[in-house]
Every structure is written in C-alpha cells, then in structure tokens.
C-alpha cells in the first residue's frame, strides 16, 4: 500500500529557528495526524537544508567548518521538531550521503540525456541571494533592491538545465490539474508567471566562488546551485531512487509563498519531469506571519521566540493558537494579546474548565466512577445532536485544511457542553431530594464525560498531549483513529476518573 507522503520544506541552516519554521511544522503534523485518524498510513518528512554561500559565510564568520557549523543547527532544528511533538517519520540533512548521491545521479542522467549544458554568463550577481540578476530585478532609479546585498558583474561559464523548452508542457500540465495547488488562486499566479518566457536555470556555481556544495559530477570544478540540491530532498527520502515506490510521488509538499515560485513550482515540476519521474499529487502553500504586519525573518530580527511560548503555555496550547489563528494559504498577524485572550477564553475557560469540573462532580457525586446514563431528555438529545453535526464538520473540514474552523467547530460543541452542564446544574441536582433528581444528575455526569471524551478524540490532531491527557482522567486510553470513536455511545461507563488536573495553569505574571 501506497503511504500518504507529506512534507515540509527543508528549513536554511544559515540561522535559527523562528515561527515560521515552527507554523510550518505543527501545520504539516496536524495533517499528518489528521490522516492518520482517518486511517492512512503516513510517511512524514521534513528536514534541513544545509548546503550555500550563506551556509559557508556564517561557518567562517564563527572559525568553524562548514560541516561543524549545520551539525550544531541541526540540533536545534531538531530540537524544535522535538519540542513541539512534531510527528515526522524521517529528517533529511542534505549533506547526508544518501542525498548526495541522489542529487549526483539525477544530474548525471540528465546531463547523459542532454538536458545539461555549458554556457556562458555575463552579468550581475547577488551573492545574499545566491542569484543571477536581470535588469528587470532593479529599482527605477537603476539601483539594486536591499534584499540583494552587494552586487557584483561576473563572468563565468557555468551549467545550465534545459527549463525552457518545457514551458508549454508545465502550462499545459497546469491547465489539466487545476487542484496541483492549494489554495487555487496560487495556481493562477503560476500560469500568469508563465506568460514570460522561462530561462534555463544555471545549477552550477564554480568552486573557486562557493565551495559548500555538491560537486557536479562531470565537473568536480563546479558545485550544485542550492536549489537544484535541495529540492531532491523530497525524492531522496522516498527511496525511489532505490526502487522503493511506497512513498513517491509525494501527496502533499507544504510550503510557505516565498518558495512557491519559482522554485516549487517551475523549476521542481521540469526537473521530475525532464527525468521521466512522477510529479508529487500537491503543492500546499501557507501564508506568513507577521508581527503587526511586518514579515517576520531573521535579517529583520523580528521574530517572536517560539520555544519561549510553548515553553511558557505549553506545546499543545500554541500548537492550538497557530492553528485556530491562521487560515491555511492567508497571512495572519501574531499578537501575544490573541495568544492571551484564547489561551483563557478558550482553552483555560472552555475546555480546562469543564474537565476540571467532570473529574471533581464524579468524585463527589459518583465515586470517581462515570456513571451510566439514566434518562434521555431534550437536553440530552440536543448536545448529542450536536455532536453528530461536529462529527460530520470536523472530517469534513479536516480534509479541506480548513483547521482554523474545524477547531471552531469542536469548540463550540465545548461550549454547547458548558451550556448543558449550566442548565442542569449537577451540583444542585445532587442536593435535591425531587423523585429523579439522582436519575437526572447520573445522566448529565455521563454525557458531559461522553462529549468530552469525543472531543478530545477528534482535538487529537491538533493537541496530541492534552488530548490524551483527557482522556486518561476519563479512564481511557489515548485514541489515533477516528473510525469506532466518534460515536455517541457512553462506552465510559464504568471507568474512574483520574486525578485532578489542572490543564491550562494561569501564566505566570
Ligand atoms: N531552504 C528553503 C526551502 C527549501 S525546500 C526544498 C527555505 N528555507 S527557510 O528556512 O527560509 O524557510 C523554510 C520554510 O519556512 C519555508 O516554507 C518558508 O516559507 C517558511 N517560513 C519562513 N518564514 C515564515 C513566516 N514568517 N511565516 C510562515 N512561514 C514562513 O526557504
């Protein structure tokens, strides 16, 4: 069986981890979760991407190796996929050998199949950027934009990868899989790109300007552009080139909209293509952060320490935060403020709260065992009606990447929660001596521990420890699929509830 293969961009070694990286991360895992309760088998990647001049210029800059150098980033970089329980199944350094070799092979055969040649340029080059510039890449006044950095004329023989001649191919590729990106208008922006004539892509540089890179192996004088070498991450992984096909094609690349073009979606399509190597099924391209509109990057020093939060409020809470904030594709601003306001009206108040309450009213009401349902009455019929209409949204809703309404709607089945548990009011139902009161508070101890046990199921993508974590003070254990556990069925009768916890603990001032 073929695995759902999903992946993340390979992030630059050249600094250290911010909240785009970590975004990236949670969003590419809640999918990966979220098909795993629908029952696929995932294969999850994500990784490093360790090779170019930036990579060469700050291992010189600290007096170390360029090697010594992305062994220390990359344990930070995994130490964040770590930290924010990231579920990937393999990391990928591109200075591994088995990426290496896959590169060199790939070049090789298309240069054997004559779709590399060796050609002059005369220009201008942006060595910030690893880029050669073209007059349109100026500002009007004939000056070069910042993000260039110094800029200098050359002239070099190089090697160049035939990406033009497949320009009407990829167009018309485009025009037949209208759903290849995610969202589609990002599609649109691909074609009106292609309505200018590609240039062949120069995939070398020559030794003597970088030398922090894959040697081109029919000319150990050249190394690989980073690009051409990282976009190979995807397939070495999947051991296709080993002849395993149970991972490629790819089902799901996930990106950020810097990376879209042109490199994800020109050059990466030509180069499968002109290798005779299936095309991955999707591009998913996500938006930015920003803190108060401005992108947030490492040269800017405007970033926001992820690690911090989730330290400070727990992994689960900002994978929960990020997720319910951003709408897949669009930008979305962070503020602290935001992160505060749902941290306590959400998940603190909502969902803490209640939980808090179930584990205390079956201590004192039920002997710490959930009961079994005695009635079924209108209210009781409605919060289960509820349920079965969140069922059909979360799944729905998932599938779609709409997660920041998939959360909404399990949060308002909390809140529907919350609404029975006010109205029926255990904790006076328990001192009441009315014929049926004792039936009536039975009932409601069972299906508010029923509705949370099935929200925290279907909660699991997003926040796999505090789902689990419910689960367990309701006397269950953790749950991955969905299949057999999204129904209404008291299945908790009987269980003891665990001890008191508190979830989402006040922050420290
Ligand atoms: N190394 C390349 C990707 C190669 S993939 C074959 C790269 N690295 S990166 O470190 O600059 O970015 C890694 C990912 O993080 C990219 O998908 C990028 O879009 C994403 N993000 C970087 N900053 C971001 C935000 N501020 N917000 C959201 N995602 C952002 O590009």
Redesign the pocket.
């Known amino acids: 069986m073929k695995s759902f293969y999903i992946t ?5 070694a050249n600094g250290s981890p ?4 970590a ?2 991360k949670v969003l590419t895992d809640v999918i990966a979760r979220f098909r795993r309760a629908q029952g696929d088998s995932v294969h999850f990647l994500t990784g490093l ?1 360790e090779h170019g001049q930036k990579v060469q210029q700050s291992a010189a800059k600290r007096d170390i190796s360029p090697q010594a150098f992305v062994d220390s980033v990359a344990v930070e970089f995994q130490a964040l996929c770590e930290k924010l329980n990231i579920s990937n199944d393999d990391y990928i350094r591109t200075t591994e050998v088995r990426h290496k070799q896959v590169v060199r092979d790939i070049q090789q055969s298309l240069f054997d199949k004559g779709e590399i040649y060796k050609g002059e340029y005369h220009g201008f080059y942006s060595a910030r950027q690893e880029q050669f510039l073209q007059e349109k890449d100026r500002n009007e006044d004939g000056s070069w934009p910042e993000i260039f950095g110094e800029v200098s004329e050359i002239a070099e023989e190089n090697y160049y990868f035939k990406l033009s001649q497949y320009q009407d191919w990829l167009i018309e590729f485009l025009q037949e899989n209208p759903d290849f990106i995610f969202p589609k208008y990002r599609q649109k922006q691909v074609l009106e790109f292609l309505k200018e004539p590609l240039n062949d892509l120069c995939i070398s540089r020559p030794k003597s300007r970088l030398e922090w890179g894959i040697p081109i192996p029919f000319d150990e004088d050249y190394v690989t552009y980073v ?1 051409f070498d ?2 190979i ?2 397939l070495t992984a999947s051991d296709f080139m080993e002849g395993d096909t149970g991972k490629w094609p790819a089902d799901y690349h996930v ?5 879209l073009l042109p ?1 994800h979606s020109i050059y990466w399509p030509i180069m499968l293509k002109a290798c005779g190597i299936p095309l991955p099924k999707h591009l998913l391209v ?5 803190t108060s509109g401005n ?3 490492k040269s800017t020093g405007n970033t926001v320490n992820a690690l911090d939060l989730a330290d400070q409020f727990g992994v689960d809470s900002f994978r929960y935060f990020v997720t319910r904030e951003m709408k897949v594709g669009q930008d979305s601003d962070f503020s602290e403020e935001q992160f505060l306001n749902r941290y306590n009206g959400e998940l603190a108040k909502n969902l803490g709260n209640l939980v808090s309450r179930i584990q205390n009213m079956v201590t004192r009401y039920s002997d710490g065992i959930i009961p079994a349902a005695q009635v079924n009455e209108a209210a009781d019929i409605e919060i289960q009606a509820l349920w079965s209409h969140t069922a059909v949204k979360v799944v729905e809703l998932g599938e779609a990447f709409q997660f920041h309404k998939m959360l909404e709607e399990i949060f308002q089945f909390l809140s529907g929660l919350n609404r029975y548990t006010e109205l029926r009011e255990p904790w006076k139902l328990a001192k009441s001596e009315e014929p049926g009161a004792k039936d009536l508070l039975l009932t409601s101890l069972a299906v508010i521990s029923e509705g949370l046990r099935l929200a925290s199921v279907v909660l699991g993508p997003v926040m796999p420890d505090i789902s689990a974590r419910i689960l367990g003070l309701l006397g269950s254990e953790p749950v991955i699929e969905f299949a057999g556990n999204l129904d209404w069925d008291f299945r908790l009768e009987g269980k003891s509830v665990g001890e008191k916890t508190i979830l989402f603990p006040r922050p420290e001032k």
């Open positions: 993340t961009a390979i992030d630059y911010h909240l785009g990286h975004y990236e991407d690009w990282a976009l991450n995807y990106i950020g909209k810097d990376i490199a996500h938006g930015f952060w920003t992108k947030m990057s």
